[in-house]
């Protein structure tokens, strides 16, 4: 953040790009609708537990799998806890999962590709071969084969899912940075003699914010599916961690008996998703140069 | 370009062998679903009981326990026991031949009985006969057994199936034992088995399905059906989905579906009782689980929860029990028994005297079943209430009976199966034998003694009485319920289905249409 | 030409190696005992100190790395610890099932996404674009399991046309290759509009239309061809989560393809078969990729052979 004060060149030159951005979301109605669901999303996420009408632990066992109705306005579970209660709960923990998950494999992902970038070479070769033989694995495959090593359980879950997803942020970061490499900035910014670290975080990194938020805010979408099929297919979070994935997970028996039991759960997946998505690809039209018009 | 390459898609999909046609649905035919498959087809090597259930068809024992826990002759033709009570002659049918043609001769039962009792072998099934002390054949159709002292429930145990000498390995690991003689077929027969019960295995390719077709020359005649088609449908929805669909003819339906199948003529459910209990184990370790040591953990843990609920909303077609002998049979006495009733008041209270005022931590184990998640789930709600903390944790069935049987877990939930005769009920709170890792004097001569007990029916009842009140008095699991086993079946298929004798009578089903 | 196809070979050698010891480490960081496993459960400690020799146990780990690298690449992978089956005959047995569904998937991906992808960039900012990126939206957002669960619910419960678990037949195949594919359809559609978007932009597209060639064929002509080479790198990409994919869908559909395999013997901690199935689904993705690559680098001319 202090570099933002600093202002290299390129930071002051994007403020009328701000402006235009801010002014081109607008004008893009998907992307709208996008940010307001994820909006609901963290305000759920945040606040969901002053919110919630029931105790979504507390079991009321004879009431269990009731309809939808006013009192439980999406039905009741296979222990007569208030579904709507349930998802609101798992928001939290999905997007703690999906921003934790997120964040390690930045921490992983963007020094592999800036190093491997910047210096070339035998550490490149180096570090994307080993980027290659990580992606060589089915991510959700390496993830099943971590959970069963580890057992399940959150902590578990954010690390097998970080492990396995790092290897994107390598390539892009990699791949930005061999494109600025050459710039006549960073040249100067060399040739003055800046440490080579210094260089990279103050004027590489900056520039390829663009491209890893857009990612970014797809990929949490892709971690939070990631997580529930992990949970569905029991190598999950567990179930009192009340994940939407353990949610469904545990109704799914009850499908033809209790539809909302499974159905809601899945359907918050796919709106959530379905607003990362939008929101994403409205950032990307708007920060992605080569498209715009 | 596109185009070409689709049509090349498509070409590569209709010339590889899939075929258009749906399979066949002839009448000798029969379709049978299962979520888990068979580890081996080999009956030494396993007990588990999607594998037991085939051998059932593949091969025969001596003898066997049937739905009403009576002996019932099946290769043997005649039995004696000595005055001794512990020299058991058995006299074999003479015209029981395997699939391959050879007939079946006392040697064989020598030879598998000797391979399970051999502990390089590590057969589950050792301890089950490790009262026998020598075995013989006295003749060709002749075996004599000598036990090492009186055992009123010895002959329970003789349900192990027999294999053929010339076919079968004296050491299952020969396929990965480099040093073992290359002329043994490796590894083969747990795959391929020859047996000599009414179907033969033709084929089985694992986690899909195994393929059996009737033994023409099966020496109680050919069987009705010609082939079954034993097939491993994991999720309980696709097996429902393809039962409705007559896709499949006999399997599993979600419980909840049972009243409008009754009342569907096309299909035929059969609720079947079982000898099985399940409890909540407390591992009696206390080098492992310290806190069970104290009886008044444990009776905390029994007052903990209300259990008669969780039953009845988990397992609603099961029976409620609260001792390990299942009700209706002889031994059991409800008179002996204590109940404990849920008061998390309480159980709060007698944590708080054992040294716990804070609350209990505890780690539960087992397999992850959708009824077991179910059961963990309101276990944590209700335990929460009673100040115990408890962690779930559920695993695929393997691992998880691994560490029961290792003893490493604090409490597990896991079923007691394939027991008779109460003598088998409870061996398992014996010193050293039980997975709860009990071990209590008083208990053991009780059961000691009622074991030695071969000709007075009402002395050993009257010390299993003991037993149940020791048990319950002590608090030593937790009985949760005796399970009922319900299978669906298309109409058309007579199947006298009983869970304890499972696929003994297979070859006497046939579709009625 | 031929020096970039040696190149690529050349590289994916060191990734083959690194995949060996991820996945030997991997697996060696599993709890339980191997020896244990396959001796059984009620076997004596006599028995699995024989088994941990004859299964190389008691050998130093880069001895024990060792001796399964060489057993891999004379394609010895290894006895499974739950029914003491060969590894690699047992993954080859199910293989096909596996291939024959990702083809289909790929198929419904296709078949799907690039006609839906042209419409929507043809008609861009009308009604059916806005259907049509929906569509791909929601086919991204669905969790397959849960589009197989409601599939089966609908086409083998409801109406009982398609058979719910299985396979051998194409009705087998129908489902599962939705439930796998719809996802890839969406990205699929998406791609395909945005670069379609992005070629019609270009110059040679305004000279061809400027010398009043028909829009029609402007479009089958010269776009699309163009607008396919981003398609066709995500090619590789697309089997790969096909195969990942296969372990969900596999599972929900009871379909006897090496994806089921896998996570069973995951479950049961059947370490071979898991190191087996890992191998197999990583060098299939390089082999797939490194064709791609080659592929894409036949097709487009601007790639450098550097």
Known sequence: ?293 | ?513 | MHIYIGKRILQAIPVVLLVTLITFSLVHLMPGDPAVIMAGEDASRETVEMMRRAMGLDQPIHLQYWDWLSGVFTGDLGTSLRDHRSVLPTIIQRLPATIHLVIASFIVNFVIGIPIGIISSIKQNTFIDGFARIFALLGISLPNFWLGLMLMFLFSHNLQWLPASGAGTIYHLIMPAIALGTASAGLITRLTRSSMLEVVRQDYIRTARSKGLGERAVIYKHALKNAMLPVVTIFGLQIASGLGGSVIVESVFGYPGIGRLMFNRLLMRDFPMITGNLLVFAFLFILINLVTDIFYGVLDPRIRYD
């Open chain 2, 1 to 513: 370009m596109i185009t070409k390459g689709l049509a090349l898609l498509v070409a590569i999909i209709l010339l590889s062998p899939v075929a258009f046609m749906s399979p066949d649905e002839g009448n000798g035919e029969l379709i049978i679903a299962r979520g888990t498959d068979a580890p081996s087809l080999d009956p030494r090597a396993t007990t588990a009981v999607y594998a037991i259930e085939v051998c059932e068809a593949v091969f025969n024992s001596l003898v066997y326990s049937d739905r009403d826990t009576e002996i019932v002759l099946d290769l043997a033709k005649d039995y004696e026991i000595k005055d001794d009570d512990v020299t058991y002659i058995f006299e074999l049918r003479e015209d029981v031949t395997f699939h391959d043609g050879e007939p079946l001769t006392a040697e064989d039962v020598v030879f598998t009985y000797e391979t399970i009792l051999d502990p390089a072998f590590g057969s589950p099934h050792k301890e089950r006969v490790d009262a026998i002390e020598t075995i013989e054949a006295l003749d060709e159709y002749t075996v004599k057994i000598k036990i090492d002292e009186p055992h009123a429930a010895f002959m329970d145990s003789l349900d192990v199936m027999i294999v053929p000498k010339h076919a079968a390995p004296s050491d299952p690991f020969a396929d990965v034992d480099p040093d073992v003689d290359e002329e043994i077929e490796r590894g083969v027969f747990a795959h391929e088995p020859i047996g000599s019960g009414p179907f033969k295995v033709v084929d089985w390719s694992p986690e899909d399905q195994v393929v059996l077709e009737r033994y023409e020359d099966y020496h109680e005649g050919p069987a009705k059906l010609e082939r079954i088609v034993r097939r491993i449908i994991p999720e309980d929805e696709a097996q429902y989905a393809d039962l409705m669909g007559g896709r499949i003819h006999v399997g599993f339906a979600p419980e909840q579906e049972y009243d409008a199948l009754d009342a569907d003529p096309d299909f035929t459910v059969i609720h079947s009782p079982t000898l099985n209990y399940f409890p909540l184990y407390m591992n009696h370790d206390y080098d492992r689980a310290p806190m069970f040591e104290d009886f008044k953990v444990r009776k905390a843990i029994n007052k903990a929860a209300d259990y008669d609920a969780i039953v009845e909303h988990v397992w609603e077609t099961a029976l409620r029990v609260h001792t390990p002998i299942v009700q209706d049979t002889w031994a059991y006495d409800p008179d002996s028994i204590r109940v404990y009733d849920h008061d998390p008041e309480r159980a709060r209270e007698l944590l708080a005297e054992a040294g716990y005022p804070d609350g209990l931590e505890v780690e539960i184990i087992m397999s992850d079943s959708t009824t077991n998640v179910e059961l963990g789930e309101m276990l944590d709600a209700y335990y929460m209430q009673a100040g115990i903390d408890l962690q779930v944790n559920t695993m695929d069935f393997g691992t998880m009976l691994d560490r029961v049987v290792e003893g490493d877990y604090e409490m597990a939930h896991v079923g007691m199966v394939g027991m008779t005769d109460p003598d088998e009920f409870m061996q398992r709170f014996e010193s050293g034998d039980g997975a709860g890792n009990y071990s209590n004097e008083e208990l053991d001569e009780y059961i000691r003694e009622a074991r030695r007990t071969v000709d007075d029916l009402e002395r050993r009842k009257e010390l299993y009485s003991k037993a149940q009140a020791h048990i319950s008095e002590n608090a030593v699991d937790v009985p949760l319920f005796n399970s009922v086993f319900t299978i669906i079946m298309d109409s058309d298929v007579v199947w006298d289905y009983h869970y304890v004798e499972r696929w003994r009578n297979i070859d006497e089903v046939y579709w009625d249409n």
């Open chain 1, 1 to 293: 953040m202090a570099d933002q004060q600093k202002k290299s060149p390129e930071i002051r030159k994007s403020k009328s790009f701000q402006a235009d951005a801010i002014r081109r979301l607008k004008k893009n109605p998907m992307g709208i609708i996008g940010l307001i669901i994820i909006i609901i999303f963290i305000f759920l996420a945040t606040f969901g537990r002053f919110i919630t009408p029931h105790d979504p632990f507390e079991m009321n066992v004879p009431r269990h799998h009731e309809e939808p109705s006013l009192e439980y306005p999406l039905g009741t579970d296979n222990f007569g806890r208030c579904v709507l209660s349930r998802i609101i709960f798992g928001a939290r923990i999905s997007i703690l999962v999906g921003l934790t998950v997120i964040f390690f494999r930045m921490l992983i992902g963007i020094p592999v590709g800036l190093v491997s970038g910047y210096y070339g070479g035998i550490v490149e070769s180096i570090l994307m071969r080993i980027t290659d033989a990580v992606i060589a694995f089915p991510g959700i495959i390496l993830a099943l084969a971590i959970m069963a090593v580890r057992g399940q359980g959150l902590e578990n879950v954010i690390l097998a899912l970080s492990v396995t997803g790092w290897t994107t942020y390598a390539r892009l970061v990699r791949s930005e940075v061999l494109s600025l490499r050459e710039r006549e900035y960073v040249q100067a910014a060399k040739g003055v003699g800046f440490h080579n670290l210094k260089v990279m975080l103050r004027h590489i990194l900056p520039n390829c914010l663009a491209s890893i938020i857009v990612y970014s805010t797809m990929t949490i979408a892709v971690v939070i599916i990631a997580e529930a099929s992990l949970s569905f297919l029991g190598l999950g979070a567990a179930a009192r961690d009340a994940t939407w994935g353990t949610q469904m997970s545990m109704e799914r028996d009850y499908l033809r008996y209790a539809w909302w039991g499974v159905t809601f759960p899945g359907a918050a997946i796919a709106i959530v998703v379905l607003g990362f998505n939008l929101f994403g690809d409205a950032l990307r039209d708007v920060l992605d140069p080569r498209l715009k018009d």
